[in-house]
T-cell receptor
Framework: KAGVTQTPRYLIKTRGQQVTLSCSPI?????VSWYQQTPGQGLQFLFE???????NKGNFPGRFSGRQFSNSRSEMNVSTLELGDSALYLC?????????????FGQGTRLTVV | AQTVTQSQPEMSVQEAETVTLSCTYD???????LFWYKQPPSRQMILVIR??????QNATENRFSVNFQKAAKSFSLKISDSQLGDAAMYFC?????????????FGKGTKLTVNP
């Protein structure tokens, strides 16, 4: 079956712009989580959506937002981009609804802010 | 808040040898899951092995096994008969039960090099 698909794979944006990243989970998965990966901070949790509701949120400013659609696809938006937002953004999907579920990751979107 | 610490930024091993990657964590929860993920240069995070905290038996997946010491909050990964394809970043991760969230807390990672 198809894995987690993230689009686009690469993105270059200018400071002050906004960006939207997309994540299509594995069919049947209802939970989508987002992570930011940087060399300095490592992997940091952004937020998690389950059945279109944000279930948990990490310690990121309000410029970072997300949503989930009825088909479980999720989007992440970053407004007023800063140089420090340059990172690999990873999306993970899981069945959700149970503690014993495996998270499957996409290949990520590499965002570069110039 | 839960934290995960990987004290070895880099490790190397000879092909066919055994290597152990260390991980410690801090939590006040009694039930949780621990994971080891592998991230090769392709960036795809792949689950290597997982351990439920309530299970005393250490998890094993082919050449990969863990040494889970709950009281010491230690969760090391042993890779036996190392292969060139094992070269990657390895991340230790924690997931608690609070709120039913799927949130994973990751360590900083260990870069594993496999020498031929």
């Amino acid at each position: 079956k198809a894995g987690v698909t993230q689009t686009p794979r690469y993105l270059i944006k200018t400071r002050g712009q906004q960006v939207t990243l997309s994540c299509s989970p594995i069919s049947g998965h209802r939970s989508v989580s987002w992570y930011q990966q940087t060399p300095g901070q490592g992997l940091q949790f952004l937020f998690e959506y389950f059945s279109e509701t944000q279930r948990n949120k990490g310690n990121f400013p309000g410029r970072f937002s997300g949503r989930q659609f009825s088909n479980s696809r999720s989007e992440m938006n970053v407004s007023t981009l800063e140089l420090g937002d340059s990172a690999l953004y990873l999306c993970a999907s899981s069945l959700g609804g149970s503690v014993n579920t495996e998270a499957f990751f996409g290949q990520g979107t590499r965002l570069t802010v110039v | 808040a839960q934290t995960v610490t990987q004290s070895q930024p880099e490790m190397s091993v000879q092909e066919a040898e055994t290597v152990t990657l260390s991980c410690t964590y801090d939590t006040s929860e009694s039930d949780y899951y621990l994971f080891w993920y592998k991230q090769p240069p392709s960036r795809q995070m792949i689950l290597v092995i997982r351990q439920e905290a309530y299970k005393q038996q250490n998890a094993t997946e082919n050449r990969f096994s863990v040494n889970f010491q709950k009281a010491a909050k230690s969760f090391s990964l042993k890779i036996s008969d190392s292969q060139l394809g094992d070269a990657a970043m390895y991340f230790c991760a924690y997931r608690g039960f609070q709120g039913g969230s799927e949130k994973l807390v990751f360590g900083k990672g260990t870069k594993l090099t496999v020498n031929p």
